[in-house]
């Protein structure tokens, strides 16, 4: 009986040694950085009894997962641009989630969960990319010569300014939320600048459809109804574009491109009549959509 009472305690010593032992094992965890990418899909581990954050650098509009029963999401508008992940059951399991940003962004995760052993990752960190131009072994659409906007620009000026007008209105477009106009093809007018006749517009082009679309050349037109009462009717005058910008030229479903234009002004309009930039893709020209920019832009533009 006392041999009993030994071993008794004994298995009792070595059970509570063995959880004092898991509960000070360390957990592998990993803190990761990386540039925002929307065709890129980022593998997110996670582990049962720990919660992952995911931080992007602009507002989150909506979370879905693949597999809601094994796998949760929460997100709050206090904390607009977090989403926290965990594991809903113990068992090894993986999925996918889609995050959407307000500007429209869709941000694509792979989530895997390997068990109580496996690593986690604490958090995972969005970051907005340096450039808001697509790298050259991607499909483009790039204008090489874009005329600065005014006068050719000084020798002191160029030394000491190293971002020139459309730059600048690219990455403020890149930073702004979107109003769109259109249903599957979608467009937002951006920032814009003036110095003299030439206007400088910034705009973006989202691909609301499930299929991948190809854009047309940007155009700007000057409409309005005609006076004539028995013909009623819109006449539209092209607006000749010096040049223009474009990050990408096809579009992958929901993708988003951004760009700008430099056109000549005309002098004057008709109180009915409108500035208009006719974005329109390949297989449906028939089928633009129409925004409108302000005859009179918010900012003078300055050599850059």
């Not at 929307?38 to 995911?54: D, E, K, M, N, W």
């Not at 997962?65 to 926290?84: I, N, Y």
């Not at 006076?227 to 539209?236: E, P, Q």
Request: hydrophobic letters at 40%; a neutral charge; aromatic letters at 4%.
């Amino acid at each position: 009986m006392k041999i009993c009472r030994i071993l008794m305690h004994l298995i009792t010593l070595s059970a509570g040694l063995a959880l004092a032992a898991a509960q000070t094992e360390t957990v592998p965890a990993r803190i990761i950085n990386l540039n925002l990418d929307a065709h890129q899909v980022t593998t997110l581990h996670l582990r049962p009894g720990y919660v992952t954050s995911v931080r992007l650098p602009e507002s989150v509009s909506s979370v879905v997962l693949g597999d809601p029963a094994t796998f949760k999401a929460e997100h709050s508008e206090a904390e607009p641009e977090l989403v926290f992940f965990k594991p809903a059951v113990p068992q090894a399991r993986e999925t996918n989630a889609l995050i959407t940003t307000r500007t429209g962004r869709e941000i694509s995760l792979t989530l895997t969960s390997e068990g109580s052993g496996a690593s986690v990752d604490y958090l995972l960190e969005y970051e907005r990319p340096r450039s808001f131009l697509v790298p050259a072994t991607q499909t483009s659409f790039l204008i090489a010569d874009i005329k600065a906007v005014g006068a050719e620009p000084s020798a002191a000026t160029s030394t000491t300014s190293t971002e020139s007008e459309p730059d600048s209105l690219l990455r403020k477009e890149l930073n702004a939320a979107p109003r769109w106009e259109g249903k599957d093809l979608r467009v937002s007018i951006g920032h814009s600048a003036q110095d003299g006749d030439q206007m400088t517009v910034a705009f973006s082009v989202l691909n609301s459809s499930a299929k991948t679309i190809e854009l047309l050349p940007p155009q700007i037109e000057l409409d309005g109804n005609t006076k004539d009462r028995h013909k009623k009717g819109i006449k539209a005058e092209p607006v000749p574009i010096e040049s223009y910008r474009l990050t990408s030229r096809r579009l992958s479903p929901h993708a988003r491109a951004d760009g700008v234009v430099i056109f000549g002004r005309p002098n004057f309009k008709e109180a009915r009549e409108r500035l208009l930039l006719h974005i329109a893709q390949t297989d449906a020209v028939d089928r633009p959509v129409l925004a409108a920019i302000a005859f009179v832009s918010q900012e003078k533009g300055a050599p850059k």
